[in-house]
């Protein structure tokens, strides 16, 4: 499975971005995506993840109801709409492909077949 993120940038404190990560491979529609990030002198931390069939996600609680993970398994591909995005949102942000039920825990070290990430930094 090979995973390529895109959609980051510079935006202001309240502003939105949609992350998409675009998935190869026959497999990756029976796999659980996730999307992490990690900050500089930070440690990688599970931002939300989705099950194969887009039916169940999980989020970290710092980015309830301002994320919103999805996927669309025709085109391969999942998303991360992420609104009212605030400072501290700011880190470079990775999709991976993880096992059946890693999504309820969307722990990072579940995770294999990573992208190459995309910076994200909110900043006025």
């Known amino acids: 499975v090979r995973l390529v993120e895109s959609g980051g940038g510079l935006v202001q404190p309240g502003g939105s971005l949609r992350l998409s990560c675009a998935a190869s491979?026959?497999?990756?529609?029976?796999?659980?995506i996730g999307w992490f990030r990690q900050a500089p002198g930070k440690e990688r931390e599970g931002v939300s993840c989705?099950?194969?069939?887009?039916?169940?996600?999980r989020y970290l609680d710092s980015v309830k109801g301002r994320f919103t993970i999805s996927r669309d398994n025709a085109e391969k591909t999942v998303y991360l709409q992420m609104n009212n995005l605030k400072p501290e949102d700011t880190a470079k942000y990775y999709c991976?492909?993880?096992?059946?039920?890693?999504?309820?825990?969307?722990?990072?070290?579940?995770?294999?077949?990573w992208g190459q990430g995309t910076q994200v930094t909110v900043s006025s």
């Open positions: 989705v099950n194969n069939r887009g039916s169940n996600t």
């Open positions: 991976a492909a993880g096992p059946g039920s890693s999504w309820q825990r969307c722990n990072w070290k579940e995770y294999s077949s």
């Open positions: 491979g026959d497999a990756v529609n029976y796999l659980d």
